[in-house]
């Protein structure tokens, strides 16, 4: 947990406000996960910061939602391409990936439990993905 706080800060994800008038702010939960090796022996512990966004309504507190995942069709064709015109394949993983997206609007988050310095403004998927195909398709 420490590690993610941490990153969160580093990233300035959020900054501490009071909750202005009128605006209701979203929960927060930590979700555990165990990361193993290839051998099945635990490689390491992972802590992960999420809203609670089932206490929203569709329409008062947003309006839509988005989750970029690939299709395995779609992995299916690129390894395709790649083996065809023999291109080199790297895997990337990109580290705490939603602290690097900017928002639209504000968000007001209930702070995480253990945490004491304030109100975060927390990063939302669909803005990570957006810029990041940004920076994609200016690559090609």
């Not at 008038?21 to 290839?38: F, H, S, T």
């Not at 939603?98 to 609007?105: R, T, V």
Request: aromatic letters at 12%; a neutral charge.
């Amino acid at each position: 947990m420490k590690a993610e706080i941490k990153a969160l800060e580093d990233n300035q994800t959020w900054i501490m406000v009071d909750l202005p008038a009128g605006n209701k702010p979203i929960g927060c939960k930590w979700v555990y996960k165990v990361k193993c090796k290839l051998d099945g022996s635990i490689d390491k512990y992972k802590a992960r910061l999420v809203v609670k966004r089932y206490n929203q309504i569709e329409g008062i507190d947003y309006f839509d939602s988005f989750s970029p995942v690939a299709k395995v069709v779609t992995v299916r064709v690129m390894l395709a391409m790649a083996a065809a015109k023999g291109w080199c394949l790297h895997q990337l993983d990109i580290n705490n990936a939603f602290h690097y997206g900017y928002l639209d609007g504000e968000i007001y988050m209930i702070p995480p439990e253990g945490y004491d310095k304030g109100l975060p403004n927390q990063q939302a998927s669909r803005q990570w993905n957006h810029d990041f195909t940004d920076v994609i398709i200016g690559l090609i």
